[in-house]
């Protein structure tokens, strides 16, 4: 196991401590991506706005910050429409269950963890009744046992090929969370089989996976992630600063880190 100490993520609060954060991250992207050789531009960062209150967004969206992430529905919806005037768009990444989908049709731009047929038909209902389209990412459970939401791997190919007859959900590729542990072998293994099940869409079935997008990596694996291939990486508390809320309220509990 790892032993180094995580540095702290500094709180941002104004325009400019939002423009320094941001700097810091990306150039640790470009770093990332020159030791694996891959071009920074390939790598999307998500700015990820979760318990961040609207004041504090509006700094961040001045900074440059153009789309953001959020996990929970509600929360997402409430500051869709409080930040209505800045036209940023906005990326739910988190589960979704059936009855919340109609909500997310209505402001998301981006739907990052489709991993049932019953979420992507409610989805593509509303969508259609809207008039709009939604570009969307399968998410595929990497680290077994360990993590509720995602697809198990061996489910991939046959969820892909439902997809098509939902018209409105653009699939734009694959999105995982690794292990919370601090062996970064293990990490990586998460994001190599995302990587892995990738290519061999890519191959058998191209018209399936869309641009073939792999979002991997947060504040603590993302230069990990972008060495494994990601392109795009959802980073909130090394943009906005440590959250106070525990994880578990987004995802469920992961086993105890080793
Ligand atoms: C919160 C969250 C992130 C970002 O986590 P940080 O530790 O704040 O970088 C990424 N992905 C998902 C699905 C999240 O819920």
């Not at 694996?36 to 967004?57: C, F, H, I, M, W």
């Not at 291939?229 to 994880?247: S, Y």
Request: glycine fraction near 8%; include cysteine; proline fraction near 5%.
């Amino acid at each position: 196991m790892a032993d180094s100490v995580p540095a702290p993520h500094p709180y941002a609060n104004t325009t400019a401590e939002f423009a320094a954060n941001l700097a810091a991250v990306q150039a640790n992207i470009e770093a990332a991506a020159a030791r694996a050789g891959r071009s920074a531009q390939n790598v999307r960062l998500l700015p990820v706005s979760k318990t961040v209150p609207e004041e504090r967004l509006r700094q961040a969206i001045a900074a440059g910050c153009h789309r953001l992430g959020e996990n929970k529905v509600q929360e997402a919806k409430r500051k869709s429409a409080n930040l209505a005037d800045l036209g940023v768009e906005w990326a739910v990444i988190g589960h979704l269950q059936t009855n919340k989908a109609k909500d997310v049709a209505l402001f998301a731009t981006e739907f990052q963890a489709l991993d049932n047929l019953r979420v992507a038909d409610a989805l593509d209902r509303k969508l259609t009744e809207l008039g709009r389209t939604l570009e969307v990412f399968v998410q595929v459970n990497t680290s077994a046992e360990e993590s509720k939401f995602g697809l198990p791997p061996a489910e991939l190919d046959g969820f892909l090929h439902e997809l098509p007859r939902f018209e409105t959900l653009k699939v734009q590729g694959l999105m995982t969370l690794a292990l919370f542990t601090a062996d970064t072998g293990r990490v990586r293994t998460c994001f190599g089989t995302l990587r892995t099940l990738r290519d061999r869409a890519r191959e058998s079935s191209p018209e399936l996976i869309g641009p073939g997008e792999l979002s991997m990596g947060m504040s603590g694996d993302y230069e990990l992630a972008i060495e494994e291939g990601a392109t795009c990486v959802r980073v909130g508390q090394a943009i906005f600063g440590a959250r106070n809320t525990p994880d578990s309220r987004y995802w469920p509990p992961a086993g105890p880190t080793d």
